[in-house]
């Protein structure tokens, strides 16, 4: 039976799930960064491991290695090329976590539009007087749109439709592939949907080049709302920075960023029509048992045989294995 490294603190369930196991062990190591783990790589035949980096020189170091199980859905910090030279399989977790991030998109999409950081520090600083400015907008009858209408972008289209929003969508793969019923309608011009919508969240993986960019910016109207829970790197923040400085976008919520965390002297910090939260989207408590418990059950389920294919992202790469 394999012996199992478990990177980073799960809950209990996860850990619970592997007890309850015959004939599996593991090493625990709570800390999250790849220093704390990765002495103990070598003795590992699977790896459960949160957000810290997989990095070449610790692959190389992982004799015995043959699945690594990611605690979500995203591997920007995999080293994928050590993984596929290799034949180690690379496995997610399934749809575990679309609620919870689709719920904080929400709420960054609420926070923002309330301009509930400027709420809060009114009635603390004493700047009382700051409601009579009206600087709150409704998000009844705004429209909408979502940048990549997976899973969690249909789940905040269910919740924005609660708030009588207009809502499309953009997401080429998905018009190639069939548009899913519904009546949320596809937007298949980029720019020309960002100076329709009165808000806009991401929800598509990190890419070469921002999917919101300068030139993006350029095109949306000054009252623009933009909310990002997918990935730093899909918004140039410095780009969004300066428009939010010089009123060429009203307001923002981010719950990830180029920098984990960011630096003190990101101007992004100085803006507070800009609602912040630290990657935490996915970070609920019942979001949270199922990411324990799924990433766990991917790593015995591969030795067992019967992990599901769809989980594995680089099954090209296992050569019958």
Not at 51 to 73: C, E, F, M, N, Y
């Amino acid at each position: 039976m394999p012996h199992v490294l478990v990177a980073g603190k799960l809950h209990p369930s996860g850990i619970a799930l592997l007890d309850a196991t015959p004939g599996v062990t593991y090493d625990y190591v709570e800390e999250i960064s790849e220093p704390s783990y990765a002495p103990h790589i070598g003795k590992a035949d699977g790896l459960v491991i949160r957000t810290q980096p997989l990095s070449a020189p610790t692959i190389a170091d992982a004799g015995r290695l043959k699945i690594v199980s990611r605690h979500g859905v995203g591997y920007d910090a995999v080293d994928m090329t050590s993984l596929n030279a290799r034949g180690i399989a690379l496995a997610v977790v399934g749809d575990v976590n679309s609620v919870s991030v689709a719920e904080h998109a929400m709420m960054l999409l609420l926070a923002a539009a309330k301009r509930a950081i400027r709420a809060d520090r009114a009635v603390r600083d004493g700047g009382w007087g700051w409601r009579n400015r009206l600087e709150p907008v409704e998000l009844f009858g705004k429209n909408l749109l979502i940048i990549g209408y997976g899973r969690i972008g249909r789940h905040l289209a269910h919740r924005a439709s609660g708030f009588s929003m207009t809502i499309r969508a953009h997401d080429p793969f998905l018009e190639k592939l069939g548009w899913p019923d519904g009546p949320v309608t596809p937007a298949s011009d980029l720019k020309a949907a960002l100076a329709w919508a009165d808000a806009v969240s991401i929800h598509v993986p990190k890419g070469d080049q921002p999917i919101i960019g300068a030139e993006e910016l350029d095109v949306m109207k000054p009252s623009a709302i933009i909310v990002n829970t997918a990935r730093g790197g899909a918004v140039d923040e410095a780009a969004l920075g300066r428009a939010l400085s010089e009123g060429r976008i009203a307001a923002a919520g981010l719950d990830v960023f180029g920098d984990e965390p960011p630096k003190p002297d990101d101007p992004l910090l100085n803006f507070d029509q800009v609602a912040l939260s630290p990657h935490n989207a996915a970070l609920t408590v019942e979001c949270g048992e199922r990411m324990a418990v799924s990433s766990v059950q991917n790593v015995l389920d591969f030795f067992d045989k019967r992990i599901d294919p769809t989980l594995v992202v680089n099954g090209a790469y296992l050569n019958g294995r």
